[in-house]
């Protein structure tokens, strides 16, 4: 019987051991320099190859050229090609999402729109990586580690939101938080694969993705919190236009200058 995966890691500039658990079964027992930037430099050169042909045309073969090492070191270190596409972007999201500082309260709805906004606005700039997410998100082989880890990309801080809605009585009582978040990441990519697939254009795809989730909630919450929902959703209709924030700040990691 194959041995449960174990959960993959968030990757930012991590401490040693947050790079370990990349392969399900074969947890590294020494770490090394080199093996450490082994690994960064194949998820390196993977996003790379992302940004520059998307998913379809990711090689293995090529990936391992690219980054000076062998097919079987890969595989003993990442296990699947879709692990290496995952970690290699969920690495570049958190590497982003680290340093950044919103100007809304998370555990409010603003804050979990001006998040979703600001999040999802980035994909006109990555189209690939976008793309490459929603087909491994979908993909029936994907490892179930490898789909929680790109859910939680999408919502991952939605479910404490969501625990701050119940703390405070906003929460309809048959909800979990679990299952909402679940539904959540899946309306959310759903919308986002209409969009790589051209089925709702650029001008329609913010629009359309707050309006979904917004009906979402207005299943699931009540009080302040579903008339502030009905309120969004009522203007999105009305003007085609989705709430401004201020602009988000961002805070470069320790030892950099900011550009």
């Not at 041995?3 to 930012?12: E, S």
């Amino acid at each position: 019987m194959p041995k449960a995966a174990r959960p993959l890691a968030p990757a930012p500039d991590v401490a040693p051991r947050d790079l370990l658990d990349a392969h399900p079964d074969k947890p590294l027992l020494y770490v090394s320099p080199l093996i450490l930037e082994r690994r960064r430099r194949l998820l390196r050169e993977a996003r790379q190859m992302i940004a520059d042909g998307g998913i379809e045309n990711f090689s293995v073969r090529e990936l391992c050229r690219r980054a000076e090492v062998a097919q079987r070191t890969l595989y003993n270190a990442f296990h699947t090609k879709d692990r290496v596409i995952a970690l290699a972007i969920r690495e570049a999201y958190d590497a982003y999402n680290d340093h950044v500082r919103y100007r809304t309260e998370p555990h409010t709805l603003d804050g979990m729109l001006d998040r979703t906004i600001a999040i999802n606005r980035r994909n006109f700039r990555v189209r690939n990586y976008t793309r490459a997410v929603v087909a491994i998100y979908f993909a029936p082989g994907t490892p179930r580690d490898v789909w929680e880890t790109l859910r939680d990309m999408s919502v991952g801080w939605v479910t404490g939101w969501v625990e701050a809605l119940k703390a405070r009585g906003d929460l309809q009582p048959w909800v979990s938080a679990e299952h909402f978040a679940t539904t959540m990441a899946n309306l959310q990519y759903a919308t986002i694969n209409n969009w790589t697939l051209g089925r709702l254009s650029d001008v329609e795809y913010l629009p359309h993705l707050i309006e979904r989730m917004l009906l979402l909630l207005i299943g699931a919450v009540r009080g302040q919190v579903r008339e502030e929902a009905r309120t969004h959703l009522i203007e999105i209709k009305r003007t085609g236009q989705i709430p401004t924030y201020p602009l988000p700040t961002w805070t470069p990691p320790e030892g950099t200058a900011a550009s």
